[in-house]
């Protein structure tokens, strides 16, 4: 679980550092996901067993981190959401998918054509 | 028990919605809903304060569950003070806004209500959790207020703005819930009994989540290095925006001073004690680095944008000092909050009447109302640069007062007084290229000349700014107070948890995290 939180983060931070807004969309749900996974892992996995603490209950898993994560889960959405549709607005205006709204000078392609 | 502290939360959440679903109202109604629910918010920060004034936080538990399980609202205050500092600048900027600036988006008013719900929440909640929930509120709805308008120069600041906050929700998220996998709590006033029954082993990481946690602060505070997305998002928004997302950094800041003075204040060993080796340091290159852009900065706006980033770094040096310093502070974030929301307001005014040029730094044609456009700018040059008798002058004033008796005096001194003479010199010349350098008109600026009521919010806000040099000696004792019940965090704790707290610890927390 740890090792799979941190590959998840770093290819998250990899694909924020690219300057592309569909890599950074991505990024940052990839982000938010570890993210959600490290809440779920913060409440101990307790496989097999209910997050309600019944009478007589035995052995129950938190349920504190589970009611986090839902809320941090909707929230997640909501701003890639939010930030999806920011991007392609920005794409449609720009014409460019740079996070700066113009290419940079390193990578523009040459001028095609006469 | 009265139910006064959800009020600032609800009343706007439940105007705000009403709103979304009238979408397509007149205007008028909707300016009279969302200016009522407004008045309505600064009536109950206002009574929040009166009730807070005997010096007993004042807690709402929702739903009635037993702190710490339940969620809990928490006036002590420094929260009261808040809420009464962002209800009074966002009745006026509301004023600025119901002139015209509303007509160019159809959910401005539903926005400043959402912005105004999540501010207030900020300050009022005593759960770390619910303050990131509340934090996304106030993003969300400053992202689209931001964007007002959707010129391509304002989506592409708030991308930059949006992408940087969202990152660093997912590492508050990170930070906060490796805080309950240590303590297995995120209330705070639970958290600052546990944080000293933390074992040795688990110390580094209770510290690992609570930098992490000062730095999610330190990116809504835009504190050095990370403040290169506000003058870019700040500067493009709408002036009354603008001048409300004075507050919001304040937000940053609020964090900072609650979680350093209630939970990481150093124990008896100090191991957890944060901030001190780095606050400082920060503080001073955040001051310099602001004072700096101001004085490079091409548009009036952005100048004011900068002048924001140095205000933080003023206000952090005085936390940093501790005591007297964080009274300073306060008095200071409340002198700057006031005069940043008025330069920006002024940069609006100057730029409409400028025609074309707008706020940048060129000569333009000859101002209409030359005078108290003039007279404005010059009060908030001399407030922002701290000329006496300013509110800014006193409130660096206490700042470096607070700080003599420290290692570092020297250095920030050094610092504060030259930034000071720079903000002067950056002050200085944008007005003087604003309002003495004209050139001929080619063609008459055709924009709207300022209303009564923009004039009116505007004078509001610089009596409030003038009220704090007025009343200074109250206004410093309450923030003394304020320091002193910062400093002393027993009574929070005690009035969250109550007395007879059985201590009763979740089943797997506090057990070695695997």
Same mark, same amino acid.
């Given at each position: 679980?740890?090792?799979?939180?941190?590959?998840?983060?770093?290819?998250?931070?990899?694909?924020?550092?690219r300057?592309?807004?569909?890599p950074?969309?991505?990024?940052?749900?990839?982000?938010?996901t570890?993210?959600?996974?490290?809440?779920?892992?913060?409440?101990?996995?307790r496989?097999?067993v209910?997050?309600i603490?019944?009478?007589?209950?035995?052995?129950?898993?938190?349920p504190?981190?589970?009611?986090?994560v839902?809320?941090?889960?909707?929230?997640?959405?909501?701003?890639?959401?939010f930030?999806m549709?920011?991007?392609a607005?920005?794409?449609?205006?720009?014409?460019?998918?740079?996070?700066d709204?113009?290419?940079?000078v390193?990578?523009?392609?040459?001028?095609?054509?006469? | 028990?009265?139910?006064? &502290?959800?009020?600032?939360i609800?009343?706007?959440?439940?105007a705000?919605?009403? &709103?979304?679903?009238?979408?397509?109202?007149?205007?008028?109604?909707?300016?009279?809903?969302?200016?009522?629910?407004?008045?309505?918010?600064?009536?109950?920060?206002?009574?929040?304060?009166s009730?807070?004034?005997s010096?007993?936080?004042l807690?709402?538990?929702?739903?009635?569950?037993p702190?710490?399980?339940?969620?809990?609202?928490?006036?002590?205050?420094?929260?009261?003070?808040?809420?009464?500092?962002?209800?009074?600048?966002?009745?006026?900027?509301?004023?600025?806004?119901v002139q015209?600036?509303?007509?160019?988006?159809? &959910?401005f008013?539903?926005?400043f209500?959402f912005?105004?719900?999540?501010?207030?929440?900020?300050?009022?909640?005593?759960?770390l959790?619910?303050?990131?929930?509340?934090?996304e509120? &106030?993003?969300?709805?400053?992202?689209?207020?931001?964007?007002?308008?959707?010129?391509?120069?304002?989506?592409?600041?708030?991308?930059?703005?949006?992408?940087?906050?969202?990152?660093?929700?997912?590492?508050?998220?990170i930070?906060?819930?490796l805080?309950?996998g240590?303590?297995?709590?995120?209330?705070?006033?639970?958290l600052?009994?546990?944080?000293?029954?933390?074992?040795?082993?688990?110390?580094?990481?209770?510290?690992?989540?609570?930098?992490?946690?000062?730095?999610?602060f330190?990116?809504?505070?835009?504190?050095?290095?990370?403040?290169?997305?506000?003058p870019?998002?700040?500067s493009?928004?709408?002036?009354?925006?603008?001048?409300?997302?004075?507050?919001m950094?304040?937000?940053?800041?609020?964090?900072?001073?609650?979680?350093?003075?209630?939970?990481?204040?150093?124990?008896?060993?100090?191991?957890m004690?944060?901030?001190s080796p780095?606050?400082?340091?920060?503080?001073?290159?955040?001051l310099t680095?602001?004072?700096?852009?101001?004085?490079g900065?091409?548009?009036?706006?952005?100048?004011?944008?900068y002048?924001?980033?140095?205000s933080?770094?003023?206000?952090?040096?005085?936390?940093?000092?501790g005591?007297e310093?964080?009274?300073?502070?306060?008095y200071?974030?409340?002198?700057?909050?006031?005069?940043?929301?008025?330069?920006?307001?002024?940069?609006?005014?100057?730029?409409?009447?400028?025609?074309?040029?707008?706020?940048?730094?060129?000569?333009?044609?000859?101002?209409?109302?030359?005078?108290?456009?003039?007279?404005?700018?010059?009060?908030?040059?001399?407030?922002?640069?701290?000329?006496?008798?300013?509110?800014?002058?006193?409130g660096?004033l206490?700042?470096?007062?607070?700080?003599?008796?420290g290692?570092?005096?020297?250095v920030?001194?050094v610092?504060i007084?030259?930034?000071s003479?720079?903000?002067?010199?950056?002050?200085?010349?944008?007005?003087?290229?604003?309002?003495?350098?004209?050139?001929?008109?080619?063609?008459?600026?055709?924009?709207?000349?300022p209303?009564?009521?923009?004039w009116?919010?505007?004078?509001?806000?610089?009596?409030?700014?003038?009220?704090?040099?007025?009343?200074?000696?109250?206004v410093?004792?309450?923030t003394?107070?304020?320091?002193?019940?910062?400093?002393?965090?027993?009574?929070?704790i005690?009035?969250?948890?109550?007395?007879?707290?059985?201590?009763?610890?979740?089943?797997?927390?506090?057990?070695?995290?695997?």
């Amino acid at each position: 679980m740890a090792v799979g939180i941190g590959i998840m983060t770093s290819c998250a931070v990899y694909l924020l550092l690219r300057g592309r807004t569909f890599p950074l969309v991505l990024g940052l749900s990839m982000l938010s996901t570890a993210a959600n996974l490290f809440i779920l892992s913060m409440g101990r996995l307790r496989p097999g067993v209910s997050p309600i603490v019944a009478a007589g209950a035995e052995d129950y898993a938190d349920p504190v981190p589970q009611a986090l994560v839902l809320t941090a889960i909707v929230i997640g959405f909501g701003m890639t959401g939010f930030i999806m549709a920011l991007a392609a607005r920005t794409r449609h205006r720009t014409g460019s998918d740079h996070v700066d709204g113009a290419e940079p000078v390193s990578e523009r392609r040459p001028e095609q054509g006469p | 028990m009265t139910h006064l &502290l959800a009020a600032p939360i609800i009343v706007p959440a439940l105007a705000a919605a009403l &709103l979304v679903i009238l979408h397509r109202a007149p205007i008028e109604v909707k300016r009279a809903i969302g200016m009522g629910a407004t008045v309505a918010v600064a009536s109950a920060a206002l009574a929040i304060f009166s009730e807070t004034r005997s010096g007993t936080p004042l807690v709402y538990r929702l739903g009635d569950w037993p702190s710490p399980f339940g969620i809990v609202l928490v006036a002590d205050h420094l929260s009261a003070f808040m809420l009464l500092l962002t209800a009074s600048l966002a009745l006026a900027v509301l004023l600025y806004a119901v002139q015209g600036w509303d007509t160019r988006g159809k &959910l401005f008013h539903p926005l400043f209500l959402f912005q105004m719900m999540g501010l207030n929440g900020a300050f009022l909640t005593g759960d770390l959790f619910n303050l990131f929930v509340f934090f996304e509120i &106030l993003l969300i709805a400053s992202y689209g207020l931001a964007m007002e308008g959707l010129e391509v120069e304002q989506l592409r600041a708030t991308l930059h703005y949006a992408a940087i906050n969202i990152a660093a929700s997912s590492v508050f998220l990170i930070a906060v819930s490796l805080m309950y996998g240590v303590m297995g709590t995120l209330n705070m006033a639970h958290l600052a009994e546990r944080v000293a029954e933390v074992r040795a082993e688990d110390v580094g990481l209770v510290r690992a989540a609570g930098l992490l946690l000062l730095g999610v602060f330190a990116v809504k505070a835009a504190v050095f290095p990370l403040y290169f997305w506000l003058p870019a998002a700040y500067s493009h928004a709408p002036a009354p925006v603008a001048a409300l997302f004075a507050v919001m950094t304040k937000v940053g800041v609020y964090a900072i001073i609650r979680v350093t003075t209630l939970i990481f204040t150093g124990g008896e060993d100090g191991v957890m004690e944060l901030t001190s080796p780095w606050l400082l340091p920060v503080a001073l290159i955040t001051l310099t680095f602001g004072t700096l852009g101001a004085l490079g900065a091409q548009r009036l706006a952005t100048m004011t944008a900068y002048l924001t980033i140095a205000s933080i770094g003023t206000i952090l040096t005085g936390v940093a000092s501790g005591g007297e310093g964080l009274a300073a502070a306060l008095y200071y974030l409340a002198h700057s909050t006031l005069i940043i929301a008025v330069l920006f307001l002024v940069a609006d005014l100057l730029s409409r009447s400028r025609g074309a040029v707008g706020d940048q730094l060129h000569p333009g044609p000859p101002l209409r109302q030359a005078v108290p456009l003039g007279l404005a700018f010059l009060f908030g040059g001399a407030t922002v640069a701290g000329i006496p008798p300013s509110s800014g002058f006193l409130g660096k004033l206490m700042i470096l007062q607070s700080t003599m008796d420290g290692m570092m005096v020297i250095v920030v001194w050094v610092v504060i007084l030259v930034t000071s003479v720079l903000t002067l010199v950056t002050c200085s010349r944008a007005g003087s290229i604003v309002l003495w350098n004209y050139i001929e008109p080619d063609q008459l600026a055709h924009d709207r000349p300022p209303r009564a009521g923009e004039w009116i919010a505007l004078a509001a806000l610089t009596g409030c700014s003038m009220g704090l040099v007025i009343f200074a000696a109250p206004v410093t004792h309450y923030t003394g107070e304020i320091g002193a019940q910062l400093t002393s965090p027993g009574s929070y704790i005690h009035a969250v948890l109550g007395s007879g707290q059985d201590d009763f610890i979740r089943p797997h927390a506090m057990d070695r995290v695997r």
